[in-house]
């Protein structure tokens, strides 16, 4: 399953404005509402189970990268978002550096295995030190589609 399928632009931030763990998320979720992603009635259910599961253990997994995710039994399909953070944020990752991607998805409950194939797609990807490295530069939200789709990088000075 590539990230791209379960993206669109209006769910990339480009720059996140949060520094901290549990504001990170609250801005993710904030933003999925904003853009009706997620029915804003869904909103505190989700975050209650976000809290949950980061209470647990961090979803910092290293390489600045957080994945947080819940479940819920009212979703019909995986709900994703993508948050970048040039400045970093203080994510209490697993490695104790900031974290600069944020990449949060809701799963339906039914469909608790697609959580495991999620996050094993999003884990494989960000081991990967050039594509890190691409997404800090990007600078448009398709450029960041493009990325996750598995697209190769332009050529310097072609459109």
Partial sequence: MKLANLLTPERIILEMTAGEHWPAIVEL????????TLPG??????????????EQVSTGVGYGVAIPHAFSEKLDKVITIFGRSNRGIDFESLDGKPVHFVILFLVPKKDYHLHLQT???????????????????AG???????????KPPKAAGMA
């Fill in 140 to 150: 448009c939200h398709q450029e960041i589609l493009d990325i996750f789709a598995g």
């Fill in 119 to 137: 996050l094993a797609a999003i884990a494989k990807m960000f081991t990967n030190a050039e594509i890190r490295r691409r997404l800090g530069e």
């Fill in 41 to 54: 009635e869904m909103r505190e259910e989700i975050l209650a189970a976000l809290k949950i599961r980061e």
């Fill in 29 to 36: 979720i904030d933003h999925l509402v904003s853009c009706s």
